[in-house]
T-cell receptor, first 112, second 115 residues
Framework: GAGVSQSPSNKVTEKGKDVELRCDPI?????LYWYRQSLGQGLEFLIY????????KSGLPSDRFSAERTGGSVSTLTIQRTQQEDSAVYLC??????????FGPGTRLTVL | AQSVAQPEDQVNVAEGNPLTVKCTYS??????LFWYVQYPNRGLQFLLK??????LVKGSYGFEAEFNKSQTSFHLKKPSALVSDSALYFC?????????????FGQGTTLQVKP
């Protein structure tokens, strides 16, 4: 069956530009998560959506980061005015009722 | 504060030998513990989890892990390593009761299995 998909797989941008990263969760999964994987910081939780509840944004590193989830399905992570320290792999994951997160392949973001 | 420690950056074993990848945790309350594996340029794949019940849990690809409450450990093991097991392994713990998707990850351990 289809897993979590993310696009683009790679994104190169210039410092100061805005970027949008997309995540398509597994159909029917009610919970969606964004994580960031970088060499210096390892795997960091960013934000979590559960159904119609207000998202848990406690992991967002700055107000340049935001995310939305439309119709309880697709999610977009937006980074405004990108900085070089934003370079990382951004991973999306979804979950149904059990405890397991299913991760997508990630988007590798490079800020020049 | 809740945390996960993987004390070894890299583990090297010969094919056919048993392997252990270590993980210790610190969390208030009963932990939900997980192991994930990441192959190059791929996302994380779930291997196994401990929620409750038997301390020895079995997972994918012949891996198992033992929950030890007194030592706050959850080491990953496999009786006979394969070259194809070479990858980056992450231990994770649920950071919030009732929400096991908000995981705290260890720094990862690279497993290198040599023929």
């Amino acid at each position: 069956g289809a897993g979590v998909s993310q696009s683009p797989s790679n994104k190169v941008t210039e410092k100061g530009k805005d970027v949008e990263l997309r995540c398509d969760p597994i159909s029917g999964h009610t919970a969606l998560y964004w994580y960031r994987q970088s060499l210096g910081q390892g795997l960091e939780f960013l934000i979590y959506f559960q159904g119609n509840s207000a998202p848990d944004k406690s992991g967002l590193p700055s107000d340049r980061f935001s995310a939305e989830r439309t119709g309880g399905s697709v999610s977009t992570l937006t980074i405004q005015r990108t900085q070089q320290e934003d370079s990382a792999v951004y991973l999306c994951a979804s979950r149904l009722a059990d405890t397991v997160l299913y991760f997508g392949p990630g988007t590798r973001l490079t800020v020049l | 504060a809740q945390s996960v420690a993987q004390p070894e950056d890299q583990v090297n074993v010969a094919e056919g030998n048993p392997l252990t990848v270590k993980c210790t945790y610190s969390v208030s309350g009963n932990p939900y513990l997980f192991w994930y594996v990441q192959y190059p340029n791929r996302g994380l794949q779930f291997l196994l989890k401990y929620i409750t019940g038997d301390n020895l849990v079995k997972g994918s690809y012949g891996f198992e892990a033992e929950f030890n409450k007194s030592q706050t450990s959850f080491h990953l093991k496999k009786p006979s390593a394969l070259v194809s097991d070479s990858a980056l392994y992450f231990c994770a713990v649920s950071g919030a009761a009732g929400n096991t998707g908000k995981l705290i990850f260890g720094q990862g351990t690279t497993l290198q299995v040599k023929p």
